[in-house]
């Protein structure tokens, strides 16, 4: 697996690329053997370093892990322990319900526009003044892919990806889905046709 190790806005060094390059290695090919990349950045954090890794273990499937730690290494060592739990859970998983992780690749995939807007805080900070009933200015337009998936495959998707939230189409009725991490950790479920059976 190809792996792209930077810092930001500080130098790594070869000892720490060669570790990181060795590490993440390791721990992924433990558990699967076709990644496609991976990604590290190790970056100045308020209590000493902090390290963000990225494994695209498929076209789809995203694995991101982060660790903090008064050592670069040591926090590096963080992110690839914490990289480690969520591949084994993940394993065990696949195994349980005997899913494969390329399940999905082939899967009907619906790309549908996505807007961010800036936030009150940005366009205060920008100077400009906005109206009650104006929408907030575009700060990016991007594609954002909606997959065929079963609620269990999107909370394992969710769960690899340290993302706040999945839109995806329900398998067993097709519909629009949404799982998303909740404040106190846990996954919420958010299924519309939910709401016929609570009227």
Known sequence: MNINVSGKNMDT???????????L???VEKYFDNAVSGQVTLEKADSGFRVKTRVALSRRIELEATG???DAHAALDAAIEHAEKRLRRHKRRLKNHRT??????????MPVPMMVYASADQVESQG?????????PVVA????DI???TVEQAVMRLELAETPMLMFRNASHFGLNVVHRREDGSIGWVDPRGARRLT
């Open 13 to 23: 060094g070869a000892a720490f690329q060669s570790h990181a390059t060795d590490a």
């Open 25 to 27: 290695n390791g721990v």
């Open 68 to 70: 903090v730690a008064h």
């Open 100 to 109: 494969s992780i390329t399940e999905g690749e082939a899967a009907d995939v």
């Open 128 to 136: 400009q003044v906005e109206d009650e009933a104006d929408i907030p």
């Open 141 to 144: 337009e991007l594609a954002y």
């Open 147 to 149: 997959e065929l998936l």
